[in-house]
């Protein structure tokens, strides 16, 4: 699967944006999907992930509440709704997918967030 992240940009704190992810490929509804962040010096870490039936996800701590991660099958996307957004959400982001609970092995470009104080 090959997958094309998008939705990025600057924004002030507290604003919001939603980034998305399409998919090429017939079998999308049969991955788990997640996100991905690096800020800049730090190292990739997991953000949100949502399962291929859209039924369970689950986030790291510092953006529950704030974010929401959600797919369409149909449209062969999944997405990252950000609100209340803080300077420390600063990172290029990253969609992937994996498949029947394996690593991540599928990766997007990236889309690079900023957020001013």
């Known amino acids: 699967v090959q997958l094309q992240a998008s939705g990025g940009g600057l924004v002030q704190a507290g604003g919001s944006l939603r980034l998305s992810c399409a998919a090429s490929?017939?079998?999308?509804?049969?991955?788990?999907m997640g996100w991905f962040r690096q800020a800049p010096g730090k190292e990739r870490v997991f953000v949100a992930a949502?399962?291929?039936?859209?039924?369970?996800?689950i986030y790291l701590d510092s953006v529950k509440g704030r974010f929401t991660i959600y797919r369409d099958n149909a449209k062969n996307t999944v997405y990252l709704r950000m609100n209340s957004l803080k300077p420390e959400d600063t990172a290029v982001y990253y969609c992937?997918?994996?498949?029947?609970?394996?690593?991540?092995?599928?990766w997007g470009q990236g889309t690079l967030v900023t957020v001013s104080s």
């Open positions: 949502v399962s291929w039936s859209g039924i369970s996800t």
């Open positions: 992937a997918a994996r498949r029947g609970g394996a690593q991540y092995n599928y």
């Open positions: 490929g017939r079998t999308f509804s049969s991955y788990d």
